[in-house]
């Protein structure tokens, strides 16, 4: 019986100890990025966001570990939001980053439509590029450039505090804007802003 019962202890040690080896020596998890369609509120979220082809996606005080990246023919409502990457969208119907937002990276908007940025922390550079619905920025802190180019639709350009340049050029029809703090330089269609 004595024989028996060490027996049992041992293959109970060594069960214990062969886990905790191997929990020691397994790869570490990485965290996916995140599907939305739909709404998330405040929650974090923890390797990026991705707004699939022709989705809606509604951000409100959510905290973003990572990216958000918009898809083509989809739409980006991002509310009181905290981003640790970018906010890109190539062929975006539109993206919208509103009041309260903070975004650590760039706010890049490429060939799509509608794009508002406002109210909002972007540490890096807000660059809209050859899209064909109406812009906004207005009201917001930028660490980087604001550069608006090539884009089709009209766009608005208003009290915006930007440490680099306001680049606009190649927009059709010529951006409005005014009140504009720029620690760079104002330069082409954007000068008098």
Do not use: W
Not at 130 to 138: D, E, F, H, K, S
Not at 165 to 180: A, I
């Amino acid at each position: 019986m004595t024989r028996f019962k060490l027996t049992m202890a041992g293959a109970a040690l060594g069960t214990v100890l062969c886990g905790l080896v191997s929990g020691l020596t397994a790869a570490p998890a990485l965290a996916d990025e995140r599907t939305c369609r739909g709404t998330l509120r405040a929650v974090s979220v923890d390797g990026g966001v991705r707004v699939p082809a022709g989705a809606t996606c509604v951000l409100r005080g959510t905290v973003v570990k990572g990216d958000v990246k918009v898809a083509r023919g989809a739409t980006l409502v991002a509310r009181g939001v905290r981003v640790d990457g970018n906010v890109q969208a190539e062929g975006a119907k539109s993206v919208s980053v509103l009041a309260g937002s903070s975004i650590d990276g760039d706010v890049q908007v490429k060939q799509g439509g509608a794009a508002t940025v406002t109210g909002s922390r972007v540490d890096g550079d807000i660059q809209l590029d050859a899209n064909r619905r109406y812009l906004r920025v207005n009201g917001n802190r930028v660490d980087g450039n604001i550069q608006v180019v090539g884009n089709r639709g009209g766009a608005q350009i208003h009290r915006n505090r930007v440490k680099g340049d306001l680049q606009c050029k190649e927009n059709r029809p010529r951006p409005t804007g005014s009140k504009n703090v720029v620690g760079g330089d104002k330069e082409d269609q954007c000068r008098r802003f």
